[in-house]
């Protein structure tokens, strides 16, 4: 085999190196032919034309994130807000997304950041603190809608941070330390408020009870003096009888008896040291002789009977 043979097959053996291509799993790769695109290599073993076919992009097929670069953003209400933003997306149509747009992923930043301004800062700063789900759906139908002829589609838009100024987070803090403090305010005094009531309803209750302890006690009392009337009456009426029936002697016999309970006790007292009798003796003396005189009379008309 001479030179000549040989330098050709080392040529077709290049020839052939050259249009062999490996295109990897999750991506694909756009072949132009003679400067057109012509074909979409898929994953696995293709064999291309060299010097007439060439491989013009490599596209990735997996989902993809893009980093949002933090953005300062007015609100309506004119306060400066940073805020940091990621965007999942995946290429449906490698075509498009190689001939459609020159550089696909500086258009999506452009994009998502344009409309990043826009959403949020037709919004209270309120609002932009409190509604990111709701900032994050409008991007999200926004930019995929707009992104629809690049052969993209936008999985998902969020919002990573949001960074309110300095002043205002501060006046936030304080803003939540104050509500704090009111809820907490609010809650003593509430239960100060349960207390006063219980205890009112108790010195009330206690009040009713010794109110109706003070009436039975009352009627208890009334009832004691009733029966004590009564008995003070028949015992009355028992004196008068006896009186009716034997005369003065029985008038003199109790004067007597209570004569001589009224001396007993006089002398039985602790703090009596002396006692004087406004009474002279002899009156004294003959009142005792004539309890003895009844006592006798007494017992004479007991043995007479």
């Known amino acids: 085999m001479g030179p000549l043979m040989v330098m050709i097959l080392a040529a077709v053996a290049v020839f052939l190196l050259l249009g062999v291509r490996v295109v990897r799993q999750g991506h694909v790769y756009t072949i132009e032919r003679l400067g057109k695109f012509t074909l979409a290599a898929q994953p696995g073993l293709h064999l291309i034309i060299p010097f007439v076919d060439r491989v013009g992009h490599k596209v990735n097929m997996m989902e993809q994130v893009l980093d949002i670069p933090g953005q300062e953003i007015i609100t309506r209400d004119n306060a400066m807000v940073g805020v940091d933003a990621v965007v999942f997306f995946q290429v449906l149509d490698p075509g498009k997304a190689a001939y459609e747009v ?127 009337a009564a008995a003070e009456a028949q015992a009355t009426r028992v004196v008068s009888e006896a009186i009716a029936g034997s005369g003065s002697q029985a008038l003199n016999y109790f004067i007597a008896q209570k004569y001589t309970e009224a001396v007993s006790q006089f002398a039985t007292s602790p703090n009596a040291k002396t006692i004087l009798f406004p009474v002279e003796a002899t009156q004294l003396i003959g009142t005792v002789g004539g309890i003895g005189e009844l006592v006798k009379d007494a017992l004479g008309e007991g043995a007479k009977k």
């Open 102 to 228: 020159s550089n696909l992923y500086v258009a999506i930043m452009q994009l998502t950041t344009t409309n990043l301004r826009t959403v949020m800062g037709s919004m209270d700063l309120d609002e932009t603190l409190s509604k990111r789900d709701e900032i994050n759906a409008k991007l999200l139908q926004v930019i995929d809608h707009a992104t629809e002829p690049w052969g993209i589609k936008i999985t998902r838009i969020e919002i990573k941070d949001i960074r309110p100024p300095a002043d205002i987070s501060n006046a936030m803090a304080r803003q939540m330390k104050a509500e704090r403090e009111k809820r907490a305010q609010i809650l003593e005094a509430e239960g100060l408020r349960a207390s006063e009531i219980l205890r009112a309803e108790g010195e009330k209750q206690a009040q009713i009870l010794s109110a109706e302890g003070r009436k039975e006690a009352a009627f208890r009392d009334a009832e004691a003096r009733e029966r004590a």
